[in-house]
């Protein structure tokens, strides 16, 4: 085998690898290991959307390359979407840009605007992708603490001068993975006031943007005056629509930076079936959106309630997060989150991922995924009482 590059030597060690192990021995020995690890919906995609899928699949005129720039019915409907959820006006052509999911932007957005030498300021803990992203750029990651004492929002008053003027992108997500916190208007207009200053690109990860509860209303960056200019969001169909797998996501702000994204991916992707991006205008256009994602934010609401009432129960200092659909929680004394999410599969049979795969700061917490049903949940707490409580 021939070596491969640094970047691929350097990636960080896989954390969630022990877990992975410990998960198919207990498989192996006939335990019915309780998943809550990885955050991908267990309901399936909305008939509505599948029926338009299966409709589009049949029409040859979908089985060649789709447009680089993506179909403007997709655009439209993003548009469209944008006006009537978040009071957003787009420019369906210049101001949105399909994804082969979030992650895909997500990931490429640095090789548009980092080289070497360059710095993006990274939430942690955070989705791994944004420092990955990163580093395969060349460029360096500082990291912002995302702490209870601050609600999970990163103090960008204490962002060091020295980094404030090195970085080209700053990475925010809200709804927040891991820590289910919420931001406020406020919070945005803080962000686009500090891109502003620090000519920084701000890259708003709004994947979870309809998993918002307790009468909270879902929030875009686009909404803070001026964001247009300085930022850009990533809206994913995957958790507000049950579309994982599909792969369909849209950038959507700053049309300066969308033609440089898009610049870019022509010369790595071919862009989205054209099947898929038909269906995903489907999702975000049809009548039944609005019912539909009321339906998932009571879902997830109700799981919510049932985990972090078991968990109030025994000990754990936990308020309800007011947005995803994962519960933030601190490992008991004693224990690193790697030793204590072990001891869950081993004694429970509940698997959890640790939150040190988030970064540094999520070390000493543990992260819930509310991707299954409630009696499973009410078994998987059961469980867990029996074996942990909070000290
Ligand atoms: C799931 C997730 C994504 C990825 O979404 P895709 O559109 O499926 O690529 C992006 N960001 C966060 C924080 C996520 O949890």
Redesign the pocket.
């Known amino acids: 085998m021939i070596e491969p590059a640094q970047r691929i030597k350097q990636l960080p060690r896989y954390l969630f690898a022990e877990i992975d192990r410990l998960i198919r021995e207990k498989t192996a020995q006939g335990v019915d290991v309780i998943r809550l690890g990885i955050?991908d919906p267990d309901r399936p995609t909305p008939a509505y959307i599948i029926e338009r899928m299966a409709a589009e699949t049949g029409r040859p005129e979908n089985h060649h390359y789709p447009p680089n720039e993506g179909l403007t019915e997709f655009k439209e409907a993003a548009a469209a979407y944008y006006r009537e959820r978040f009071g957003v006006v787009l420019d369906p052509e210049r101001e949105v840009l399909p994804l082969i999911?979030?992650?895909?932007g997500?990931a490429n957005i640095s090789f548009c605007f980092v080289d070497p030498g360059d710095l993006n300021l990274v939430p942690d803990p955070g989705?791994p992708?944004y420092s990955i992203g990163t580093c395969f750029a060349g460029g360096e990651v500082y990291r912002m603490p995302l702490t209870a004492a601050n609600g999970y929002l990163p103090r960008l008053d204490q962002v060091p001068a020295e980094a404030a003027a090195r970085a080209k992108l700053i990475f925010l997500?809200y709804p927040n993975?891991p820590t289910g916190a919420v931001a406020s208007l406020e919070f945005f207009q803080e962000a686009v006031a500090f891109a502003r200053r620090h000519r920084v690109l701000i890259c708003h990860?709004a994947?979870?943007s309809e998993l918002v509860f307790d009468g909270g209303r879902p929030l875009s960056l686009l909404e803070a005056e001026g964001a247009k200019e300085v930022g850009i969001e990533?809206s994913?169909?995957?958790?507000s629509f049950n579309m994982?797998g599909w792969?369909i996501?849209f950038a959507a702000g700053s049309a300066a930076a969308l033609e440089v994204l898009g610049r870019f991916k022509t010369n790595v992707d071919s862009g989205l079936f054209k099947a898929i991006q038909y269906a995903g205008a489907e999702a975000l256009n049809n009548r039944q959106r609005d019912s539909f994602i009321a339906s998932l934010q009571e879902l997830y609401r109700e799981r919510r309630d049932i985990v972090v009432g078991a968990l109030r129960c025994l000990g754990w200092p936990i308020d309800p997060p007011r947005g995803s659909f994962y519960i933030w929680a601190p490992v008991p004394k004693g224990y690193t989150a790697q030793e204590f999410t072990a001891l869950l599969l081993e004694q429970a049979g509940v698997a959890v991922t640790p939150g040190r795969g988030f970064g540094e700061y999520g070390e000493g917490f543990f992260r819930i995924a509310l991707t299954v049903e409630s009696g499973r949940l009410r078994e998987a707490m059961d469980r867990i009482s029996r074996v942990a409580r909070y000290v």
């Open positions: 955050g999911g979030s992650k895909e997500i989705y992708v997500n993975n990860d994947a979870y990533f994913s169909l995957s958790k994982t792969r996501g």
